[in-house]
């Protein structure tokens, strides 16, 4: 599958602003699953300084500073990505205690790599109420691959979508105790639970192809980013669930980056000097097969 992708964002300030700094994780990322065929990134105004590097988790980053005076900043990001699905899942996999011991005492590079995603990050801190939540999916000796399907779909069944109630920073502890959040808390809760015993996982930052009820049109720029977890499973990889949906990820999401969790994979920000006491945000995804496209 081929998708085109255009991530438009669009800053507006109540003053104006002098100068601005700013990351971006904005082109998709190489993987086992897709590849990125194109990507451009606009800037306006034309950025005064613009850099291109790899981070320290593989993701493309742009850094780039624009001097003002300036009232509006628009950042828009075109790719398109060719994906496909992975392979099957194993029949019998690992138990959950299997792998935990395994990241424990293996010593190897591959699996000292993999362990950095089991420790607690700025934004997911495994306390004692993500441990208590994520215990009933992990009994004694249950296979791993069982254990995060069942963790992904109570995710799912207890937990209520609400864009409005929450921002990226809101802690773990009062996503559990409203039982309320978007994708992003969602996939922080997953990780979360998942390093809590013992296990490495990672957060993915990408977007996901979302299709209009029958018989109504898609609406261009309706679209959003999206966010799930990733678990490592031993001789297998990394398996990626998404507890907003209640799917293991296929060809229908597009990975952009990942990391310890959004602080190191947020698709766009920085810092601004001036710009008055305010500001408005404005966000448009369009995720759409290019082969429909005829480009």
């Given amino acids: 599958m081929i998708y085109r992708i255009v991530h438009r964002t669009n800053y507006r300030y109540s003053a104006p602003v002098t100068r601005c700094r700013n990351e971006a994780h904005l082109r998709p990322r190489d993987t086992e699953r897709q590849t990125c065929l194109s ?5 306006e105004p034309a950025p005064t300084s613009w850099t291109e590097r790899t981070d320290f988790f593989g993701n493309p980053v742009v850094s780039f500073a624009v001097d003002g005076p300036f009232l509006e900043l628009a950042v828009t990001s075109t790719s398109s990505v060719s994906v496909s699905d992975r392979e099957p899942l194993p029949a019998f996999g690992p138990s959950w205690e299997y792998a935990r011991d395994l990241l424990a005492t293996d010593l190897s590079a591959e699996l000292l790599a993999v362990r950095e995603f089991c420790f607690d990050s700025p934004l997911v801190t495994t306390t004692k109420g993500v441990h208590a939540y994520a215990e009933p999916s992990f009994l004694p000796g249950r296979s791993l691959v069982d254990a995060v399907a069942e963790l992904t779909k109570r995710i799912f069944e207890d937990f209520t979508y609400d864009p409005g109630f929450t921002t990226v920073t809101t802690p773990l502890e009062e996503v559990l105790q409203f039982r309320r959040g978007v994708c992003q808390d969602f996939a922080h ?7 809590s015993m013992g296990l490495a996982a990672r957060y993915v930052s990408g977007y996901l192809e979302t299709r209009p009820p029958a018989g109504e049109e898609r609406v261009v720029g309706a679209d959003a980013s999206h966010a799930w977890p990733s678990v490592f499973i ?3 990889g990394w398996l990626d669930l998404d507890p907003t949906n209640d ?3 296929g060809s229908t999401y597009v990975t952009t980056a990942w990391g310890r969790d959004y602080a ?6 920085g810092i601004v000097f001036g710009g008055g006491d305010s500001h408005t945000l404005d966000v448009a995804v369009d995720v759409s097969r290019s082969e429909a496209l005829d480009c």
């Avoid at 990507?39 to 800037?43: A, F, Q, R």
């Avoid at 809760?189 to 390093?195: I, S, Y």
């Avoid at 190191?264 to 920000?269: G, I, R, Y």
């Fill in 39 to 43: 990507s451009d990134l606009v800037v």
């Fill in 189 to 195: 809760l997953a990780v979360g639970c998942v390093r």
């Fill in 234 to 236: 031993p001789s297998w």
């Fill in 247 to 249: 799917k293991i990820v």
């Fill in 264 to 269: 190191d994979v947020s698709p766009l920000k």
